[in-house]
C-alpha cells in the first residue's frame, strides 16, 4: 500500500456546494446539466443545498458530466499530504 498516500482536510465545503462550484466553473446553468445528466433541475436544487444526498450513482452521472473524478464532488475540501508540503 505504499502507493497511496494519506489525506488530510484543506477546507469545510459540503458535498452540494462541490457540485455548485464545480458546475459554475463550467458556465453551466442548473438546466443545462439537467439536460446532460437527465437528473430533474429541482433535484440538483436539492443537491446543492444539501437536501437530498449524491448518493454513488448520481456522483458518477454528474462526474461524467461535469468531466471530473466522482471524489471531487463526494469528498470535497481533501488534498494529500505531498502536494500540501
Known amino acids: 500500500m505504499k502507493e ?4 488530510k482536510k484543506r477546507i ?3 458535498v452540494g ?3 455548485r462550484i ?3 466553473l463550467q458556465g453551466l446553468s442548473q438546466n443545462q446539466l439537467a439536460e446532460r445528466t437527465g437528473i430533474p433541475q429541482a433535484t440538483l436544487s436539492a443537491i446543492e443545498n444539501d437536501r437530498v ?4 450513482e448520481r456522483a458518477k452521472v454528474l462526474a461524467r458530466a461535469l468531466k471530473c473524478h466522482p471524489a471531487v464532488l ?3 475540501g481533501w ?3 505531498a ?3
Not at 444526498?53 to 454513488?56: A, F, I, K, S, W
Open 74 to 76: 463526494v469528498f470535497p
Open 4 to 7: 497511496f498516500r494519506p489525506a
Open 79 to 81: 488534498e494529500d499530504f
Open 12 to 14: 469545510t465545503v459540503s
Open 53 to 56: 444526498r449524491l448518493g454513488v
Open 22 to 24: 464545480v458546475r459554475e
Open 83 to 85: 502536494s500540501a508540503a
Open 17 to 19: 456546494e462541490s457540485v
